[in-house]
């Protein structure tokens, strides 16, 4: 089992910044990426971003420029980069990990989620 522990949410004003950060634990054989999804009240989940072991990024369009996603490989963590932060942000972040681990029940490599951060933007 993997473990995903997510921390660095909170309340902060709008225009203003916060850093995600989200370390993997557990019986790991190899993380091929590891991302950030979102959730509002009200609405599905969203990607917000991913990183390979490789540094590759993908991001959500709207949300290219204000934010940023990196990846420390040696300690399993992957951070979020917040700045100018909207109203409209305002939403669970959820961790995410795929790893190299392949799935008989689900004929697909296992990936696992986090607990979920909350982040409020408000004045």
């Known amino acids: 089992q993997v473990q995903l522990v997510e921390s660095g949410g909170g309340l902060v004003q709008p225009g203003g910044s916060l850093r995600l950060s989200c370390a993997a634990s557990?019986?790991?054989?190899?993380?091929?990426?590891m991302g950030w999804y979102r959730q509002a009240p009200g609405k599905q989940r969203e990607l917000v971003a991913t990183i390979t072991s490789g540094g590759s990024t993908n991001y959500a369009d709207s949300l290219k420029g204000r934010f940023t996603i990196s990846r420390d490989n040696a300690k399993n963590t992957v951070y979020l980069q917040m700045n100018k932060l909207k109203p409209e942000d305002t939403a669970v972040y959820y961790c995410?990990?795929?790893?190299?681990?392949?799935?008989?029940?689900?004929?697909?490599?296992?990936?696992?989620w986090g607990q979920g951060t909350q982040v409020t933007v408000s004045s």
């Open positions: 557990g019986s790991i054989f190899s993380i091929n990426a």
């Open positions: 995410n990990a795929e790893t190299g681990e392949w799935d008989i029940a689900t004929m697909t490599l296992r990936d696992y």
